[in-house]
């Protein structure tokens, strides 16, 4: 007889236990952050790549190709370009018996120090690196495939860890460019998740995994790789051993075409991934050693072992709970919702080959994705089961054909530069302002340096942003007549799909909540200008919380930050957001006047009834707390001269209680709020004045600043945001401590008394704007992050 209780038992038993792997396994990134949490490696950062050592280590970069002649010269111009002393990079690119025009195409960039390498006949991609690397005379190794395209600075990112004895290799970010595919959006979560995973495994001691498509190693602990493993495990696992610590940097980015060109390629590739991996940690099992390797061995167990077996715990499940089915309705609805799930995922088959039409309904989009992620996760089980069997049959692949395509798909220019992949998005600015003012300068000029065919904004009716885009000939849409009018999320939907928009660049918060929302139901990525930070701006209020709050909520969806200060930048790595999401853009200036400015002194005067021989101070910025213009008119007070004044240009809510106060202090012929102005009317005021004054309690990168600075105003500026970092006290500004009147007050004073001092500073000042402020710079920084962000 046939005891169908214990047959009940054992299948619960399979049950747990493949509950009990599967939890382990997706609970790892959860240990990982909270170990890293409560433990973190003491060691010095990395100094900056920015900083040119003279003892910059020679590197070579080695390539294997294999038939590449569609890739190889993209790759190799690619290489040239990469900025690392050329005297100190050796660039070794060798072919595995290529049989079409690779090496003749390699042959051509021998002059310029490309040094070609040929097995003769194809043996293999580990044959080929196994020769290179002995040839190498570079003391760092840095291998990289050649549908790779590298950000141009990629190796002193690298490099720049081999300061330290205890690092043996650096491992670089993949990125996956944005394309109209159905296996990217899954592709490119499941790396984003992988990169996670390494960047907390760093934090606590070396990644567990590595990227064939870039990373470094110390030449000096290269070990020869066996035939038929997985090479780049290898060489990292290799590095582990000689107890080295290999880490990984996700500002060394190589960009790459998807991994996977359709499901069948995913399986075979997952299959001979999976066989080589397992083959390698067998090859190099000294290293699960936990007594001599520590967490890294069940680190190891756990990301490379466990998750190899996940295809049969999937099985044992379902299968259990096919057969508890019986017995308990639980399992009966696990075993529905199972089958239901997969059957779901399957059906991205027939999605992916649904009209276009159909696929943008609403909703959607959301739900395309997710079918495609299930999908994805379940053709990575079959390849995996696949690799598995292979490995314990004893099958073996030393050589394959890499299915590569043309990276002349990726890049549209000639140098190979990374930041030419992918070509210019077509980007929809979010500007959803009621008021004109810095931030919407900024706008303006940035979008007016793009070609119109690339960008236009998004605005609100009657918005004095939308008018002065029209103005400026900038392609507008009108989304709403208020920034809570539900018209906007249907009406952004309809633009993007209409014009192809796939990049979203919003501009303040509310922009932000409605763009957030939009690209969960269309491609387009989102990313998040912040020209101050809300709790500088608004302190403890309600309103500075909310914002704070709302900016944590949205940023799971934001693909990069756009900060136009470092103390920004800082503000959004203290909330988590990693510095590879964010890109510090400072504001820019044109330095040449505009035929509109031809505004004399003597119409300034005339215009506010001022003296002949008056001094005329300025100021510019909205009427609110964080510009600090009550401090500016207690500083005013205390200046008994009658020749010194100020005009105060801008409006806002606290225009009622600045104006009582000039009359509270007599100052209403000294002192004069002139209201809100046009932008060439407010630069034709500053041009005429004798003084620009910013005495802010907190500040971005002030465009107001920088446009004093082009119009060659002496300045006078709180030392707040990035005002410190564009302009340095007494050499180009005088600087002085944020609400501190009386430093106002002698700082006008010291300005008004040595006017060679004050035109020295100006002096400078212009000349400093010209040089490291330009609208070019600025333009170019700006592509470059929308770039990133597609990827």
């Not at 190498?136 to 590298?150: H, K, P, R």
């Amino acid at each position: 007889m046939i005891n169908l209780d214990m047959i009940y038992h054992l299948w619960f038993i399979c049950f747990m236990l493949s509950s009990i792997g599967l939890l382990l396994f997706f609970s790892y990134p959860l240990i990982l952050f909270i170990l890293s949490r409560c433990y973190r490696l003491k060691q010095t950062a990395p100094p900056s790549f920015d900083r040119i050592r003279s003892d910059t280590p020679h590197i070579s970069l080695i390539v294997v190709v294999r038939n590449g002649e569609k890739l190889i010269e993209e790759k190799i111009k690619n290489s040239l370009a990469l900025d690392y002393p050329s005297e100190k990079l050796e660039l070794i690119f060798f072919s595995d018996g290529s049989t079409d025009r690779t090496e003749s195409i390699i042959q051509k960039y021998r002059e310029k120090g490309i040094r070609l390498m040929s097995s003769g006949t194809h043996k293999g991609k580990i044959h080929a690196m196994n020769l290179a690397v002995p040839e190498a005379i570079g003391a760092i190794i840095v291998f990289s495939d050649v549908d790779a395209i590298l950000e141009k600075r990629a190796l002193r990112h690298l490099v720049r860890h081999f300061d330290h004895e205890t690092i043996g290799g650096v491992c670089g970010q993949r990125l996956i460019l944005k394309e109209s595919t159905g296996l990217k959006d899954a592709q490119s979560r499941y790396i984003h998740i992988d990169s996670l995973i390494k960047h907390l495994e760093s934090r606590l001691g070396s990644i567990t995994s590595n990227d064939g498509k870039l990373y470094a190693i110390r030449k000096s602990l290269f070990m020869p790789i066996q035939e038929g493993v997985t090479d780049d495990l290898s060489v990292a696992l290799g590095v582990k051993r000689h107890g080295k610590r290999f880490i990984f940097d996700n500002t060394a980015q190589a960009a790459i075409r998807l991994p996977s060109r359709n499901p069948a390629h995913e399986v075979t590739r997952r299959r001979r991934i999976v066989s080589g991996s397992l083959r390698c940690m067998m090859s190099h099992r000294a290293v699960f050693n936990p007594l001599k390797h520590g967490a890294f061995a069940f680190g190891l167990f756990i990301n490379k072992v466990l998750r190899r077996f996940m295809p049969f715990f999937l099985i044992l499940i379902w299968m259990s709970s096919l057969f508890l089915a019986h017995v308990s309705q639980w399992f009966y609805l696990l075993f529905i919702l199972q089958s239901g799930a997969y059957l779901i995922s399957l059906s991205h088959l027939f999605i992916s080959r649904m009209p276009a039409k159909w696929r943008g309904f609403p909703g959607m989009g959301v739900l395309s994705k997710l079918i495609s992620m299930g999908f994805y996760f379940c053709i990575g089980n079959i390849g995996t089961l696949l690799g598995v069997m292979d490995f314990f049959m004893g099958r073996t692949v030393t050589r394959w054909e890499p299915v590569k395509e043309d990276v002349t798909a990726l890049t549209h220019g000639t140098d190979g530069s990374f930041d030419q992949i992918p070509k210019t998005p077509k980007v929809l600015v979010v500007d959803l302002s009621t008021r004109f003012g810095g931030a919407s300068a900024r706008v303006i000029a940035l979008m007016k340096a793009f070609p119109k065919h690339q960008i236009a904004l998004a605005g609100l009716i009657q918005s004095p942003v939308t008018r002065q885009a029209q103005a400026a000939g900038i392609p507008v849409f009108t989304i709403g007549r208020s920034k809570i009018d539900p018209m906007i999320f249907f009406s952004l939907v309809r633009h993007i799909r209409k014009e192809q928009i796939l990049i979203l660049d919003t501009q303040n918060i509310q922009s932000k909540i409605w763009s957030t929302l939009v690209t969960m139901v269309t491609p387009a990525a989102l990313v998040s200008t912040l020209n101050s930070w809300y709790a500088a701006e608004h302190g403890n209020s309600l309103k500075g919380k909310t914002y704070q709050l709302l900016e944590r909520l949205t940023a799971g969806r934001t693909a990069h930050y756009i900060a136009v200060s470092e103390d920004i930048c800082n503000k959004l790595k203290s909330i988590g957001v990693r510095p590879g999401r964010i890109a510090h853009i400072p504001n820019a200036v044109s330095v040449e006047r505009d035929g509109d400015i031809s505004y004399s002194p003597n119409e300034l005067k005339n215009e506010f009834n001022l003296p002949e021989d008056a001094f005329v101070c300025c100021a510019v910025g909205r009427l609110v707390e964080a510009k600090g213009f009550d401090h500016l008119i207690d500083a005013f007070a205390g200046i008994e001269n009658p020749r010194i004044c100020c005009i105060i240009i801008g409006d806002g809510h606290l225009y009622p209680l600045l104006a009582a106060k000039v009359r509270d202090r007599r100052l209403e012929k000294r002192v004069i709020l002139a209201g809100h102005m046009d932008r060439p009317d407010v630069l034709n005021r500053v041009a005429a004045s004798d003084l620009f004054l910013m005495p802010s309690i907190s500040e971005g990168t002030p465009l107001a600043l920088l446009e004093a600075a082009a119009l060659a105003r002496p300045i006078i500026a709180s030392r707040v945001g990035g005002i410190p970092e564009m302009l340095s006290h007494n050499t180009h500004a005088t600087l002085i401590p944020a609400g501190d009147s009386e430093a106002l007050h002698n700082a006008i004073m010291d300005l008004f008394n040595h006017p060679e001092k004050a035109r020295d500073l100006a002096a400078k000042a212009h000349a400093h704007v010209a040089g490291s402020f330009s609208m070019k710079e600025q333009v170019r920084l700006t592509r470059q992050a929308y770039q990133r962000a597609m990827v």
